[in-house]
């Protein structure tokens, strides 16, 4: 019994030690100005200490209001919060730095980091996807506003993954409706899809859906032709493989 005493003992004191270690990991370390506590900050940040990090650079903020370079301090805490995945306080200081220092040598930056942070604020595809969207225009008006920025091609090649996701929702959404057979409300985001994501992935597998709306409604022979079409066009892609193998499906089908 003394010796599983003796154990427990044991066990809290490395927990203690545990959590002091933790502690002084987190410790705001002494500075005697605020050049020092910037440099501190830019220190910690780069060590990826987040939560030291963002104290440092509030409290020069908030000591420094008008001084040289905080413009360049907002963007940092900004950073710091996004390297923390606290999406909704990086939206706080890259639409700050954006509203009050305009010209800021960081405002590209922040413009393109700003999409980011509404980015990291979306929900699972199942989901009301607003924050997806925010993010979207965004980076579209980033790229507008900064021309020849160096992160315009990430926000490019962002712009497209994202309008790929909003695709994938509507026909996700259309699916759903299709498989329920109510075709006249898949249509319509079947459409969405065709017309507004034309470049996307989802766009062909949008007209394979429009065909076998037809071929819920009756209409095989026009569901057939579509989706021949379908093969003709998009030789070798999975949309056209599905196509051939629903027309063959529905050739198949009695008259």
Not at 189 to 195: A, G, L, N, P
């Amino acid at each position: 019994m003394r010796g599983f005493r003796r154990g427990v003992r044991s066990a809290a004191c490395l927990l203690a030690l545990a959590g002091l270690a933790g502690c002084a990991a987190g410790t705001l370390p002494t500075v005697s100005s605020e050049p020092e506590r910037i440099e501190a900050a830019r220190r910690t940040m780069a060590k990826h200490e987040w939560t030291v990090a963002i104290e440092l650079f509030k409290t020069y903020i908030t000591n420094n209001a008008g001084g040289r370079d905080i413009d360049q301090a907002v963007y940092w805490l900004g950073e710091c919060y996004a390297g923390a995945r606290e999406w909704p306080s990086a939206q706080v200081e890259f639409e700050r730095l954006l509203r009050d220092y305009p010209e800021s040598d960081s405002a590209g930056s922040a413009a393109y980091r700003l999409g980011e942070a509404l980015y990291g604020q979306t929900r699972p595809p199942d989901f009301d996807q607003e924050f997806t969207r925010k993010a979207l225009v965004q980076w579209q008006n980033y790229v507008v506003s900064y021309p020849g920025h160096w992160r315009n091609a990430q926000a490019t090649a962002r712009i497209a993954e994202v309008r790929d996701r909003l695709a994938r929702k509507l026909l996700a959404t259309g699916q759903l409706y299709r498989k329920l057979n109510l075709p006249d409300p898949a249509r319509v985001y079947f459409r969405r899809v065709i017309d507004d994501y034309a470049e996307s992935s989802s766009a062909g597998e949008a007209r394979l859906e429009l065909a076998l709306c037809d071929a819920l409604q009756g209409r095989r022979a026009e569901a057939i032709e579509q989706l021949k079409r379908l093969e003709a066009e998009h030789p070798g892609e999975p949309a056209a493989k599905r196509a051939a193998e629903e027309r063959a499906r529905l050739e198949r089908r009695p008259g």
